[in-house]
């Protein structure tokens, strides 16, 4: 306790000096001391440690330079290319244009006040949109794949549960993993296990697992959820990653889909629908990064080969590479890349025609959006909120939209419930408004 109040004394005073003390409740002994020691050596004390290393055949050593991890949390800017400096003249010039100054933009271009004052304001606007746009161009981002250049040989071991649904075939993903080294578990989940109480009965048998491989993309039906339109498969993973957290089992989930992701333009997608999973993998990575593994696009037909790097990427072949497809032509893995500015003239003018719906309508970004559809020309805006006309501001916002010439309807509706949103649109339908935008 005096040791801290002694060492402020110290820097009050502004002298060079280091206080410590040696004795802790209890811990007074050897090891104490030389913690104690070692904190005012670090703090430039001579220490004699020959004493401490007598007769022990100790002796020093280099140590080894330290593994530095460098981690990049965003996409890093290619090294901008060598250009010549800015000419003055031109940036005097904009600043100018920027500043309002006429007096300096007349000088500048030889001409009078008045030719000046009527091109300013068509100069103004351009250099400030100018300068937004490249600004917003920086943020602009895009998904791509890059394929891997040489995919490390790995084989699998220990037991792998492999969970799929009535109907899918797993066949081809079985001998994948066999042939890869690994024991095959199998699990075959029906409609009554998107509710994960009931498929947490079901995981009895997952102790002692290595990894666990799903292939639930695969049930692309609907209907199975009362309620909703969701895919099976979709909502079979959503219960089984539940599921898995509510058993306990810490075991890496890899989840299969097949033809969901394009890799180029010959790459086509053939199975959209399965996509969605991929979507919850991401959300499951963030949520409990420790039992996700990863999603995993198969080729149309899993070969021998690409067998081989189903079972290689499986066993870490590529490390956290965590989002990754397999075609005919190699292995490729998500990366997220700068995206390149539109060129100049390419973007097309946008006007939201008919009737224009806005869900939310009484949210905290609703509104900004509904101004911005009636400064673009909409003609017939529905905001949906739960309250409706009945949600705070939402007459006052409806009166300043009219006011701008667009006919606005406030719509109690929620969202979430398909009836309810059949019947708003039923309703539209009924007095001769077409939904052309959400």
Known sequence: VL???????????????????????????????????AEVFVRGVQVDWAAVFEGTGASR?????????????????????????????????????????????????????????????????????????????SWRYRPTWKPVTKLPQRTLDGTWLLVSADGVDDTD????????GAQVRRLV??????????????????????????VLAGAERTGAVPGTGLVLGVALTVALVQALGDAGVDT??????????????????????????AGI???AALECPGRWGGVVDLPETLD?????????????????????????????????????????GSARDWKPRGTTLVTGGSGTLAPHLA??????????????????PEAPGAAELRAQLEERGTETTLAACDITDRDAVAALLESLKAEGRTVRTV
């Open 173 to 180: 993903v079985a001998e994948a993993l066999e042939t890869g």
């Open 252 to 277: 890496p989930l890899w989840a299969l889909t097949r033809g969901a992701v394009s890799t180029g333009r010959s790459d086509k997608v053939t199975a959209p629908v399965q996509a969605q999973v």
């Open 3 to 37: 040791a801290m109040s002694v060492q402020d004394m110290i820097d009050d005073a502004g002298v060079a000096g280091v206080a410590s003390g040696t004795l802790r409740r209890d811990n007074g002994g050897l090891d104490r001391f030389l913690l104690s020691a």
């Open 281 to 283: 993998g991401w959300t």
């Open 61 to 137: 050593v280099d140590l080894p330079t330290y593994a530095f991890q460098h981690e990049n949390l965003w996409a890093m800017a290619a090294a901008p290319e060598a250009v010549t400096a800015a000419d003055p003249e031109d940036a005097a010039f904009w600043t100018a244009v920027e500043d309002g100054d006429v007096s300096a933009l007349t000088a500048a271009l030889g001409t009078d006040e008045d030719s000046v004052a009527a091109v300013l304001p068509a100069l103004s606007s351009w250099r400030r949109a100018r300068k937004e746009r490249s600004t917003v161009d």
């Open 304 to 344: 021998a080969r690409a067998g081989q790097r189903l079972a290689a990427v499986l066993a870490g072949a590529l490390g956290d590479d965590d989002q990754i497809a397999l075609r005919s032509s190699g292995v490729f893995t998500r990366r997220i890349v700068r995206a390149d500015a539109a060129p100049d």
């Open 371 to 388: 101004r911005w559809l009636a400064e673009q020309g909409a003609e017939h805006l529905v905001l949906v909120s739960r309250r409706g």
């Open 189 to 214: 989940l029906d409609e009554s296990c998107t509710d994960r109480a009931v498929l947490r009965e079901r995981l009895t048998d997952a102790d002692g697992l290595t990894g666990i491989v799903s």
